[in-house]
């Protein structure tokens, strides 16, 4: 009850003190109502089609490393959020799944359920998405299951970087949880080979998941972050 009366006077305070600007931009964080936007996003998982906030949603590679440890996936997403990397605007999330907390597919490219198969996650239907560092770089377009699984049309990132991301490739796109390489929803920093990630220096699967190479608890990788 306290956390419901909570978030209703949150609710009425954004309601009283944000104009019309913030209430219209999404993308805006450092308002009121886009603070309270992020926090709704965040504590709402949901199997239903994302609809994203941005036109063409931009990607960028976090400036710092991190050890499969990452806090889970809140935890990620909030390395997302404070990266000096992010640009300064947009909410974004870590390209990143455990399967319970947030995942793409549990079919090879969703084929069979579409975006009924998703939960939180973090590509939109049929949305363009560009590199942050130079938004006429398209990388690719995703197709109506919010997936992509043909070569990128751009790399993701300039530099070549490794990145956490728990996906299968099989050896080809998949977008399904490897259930077994998640470093145990991404907090063990010990366990060896525990963890699946991507390389951003490929055009193909690999992009996501490199073929049965997966990274131990303590290796130093980037994360992927994705506009809302």
Known sequence: MRIKIGFYCL??????NCGP?????AADTSSRCGI???TMQNSNPSNSPRVSHCSVC???VTATTYNANLGGIVGADSKCFSDTNKPSTGIYKALLVDNANRRACTSVNCTTGGTTEQIDWVLSPNATYVQA??????IFTSDANGVYNNNLTNLVSVAAAAIWTGLKNNPSWDWQTDTTHTCSSWADSVTASCGSYGVTSWTDSRAIAITSAYGSGGTLNNLLCVEQ
């Not at 560092?133 to 398209?138: A, E, G, L």
């Open 36 to 38: 309270l936007r992020l």
């Open 21 to 25: 600007a913030d209430l219209c931009n």
């Open 133 to 138: 560092t130079n938004t006429s770089t398209i």
């Open 11 to 16: 609710s009425l305070l954004c309601f009283l």
């Open 58 to 60: 931009r990607m960028f």
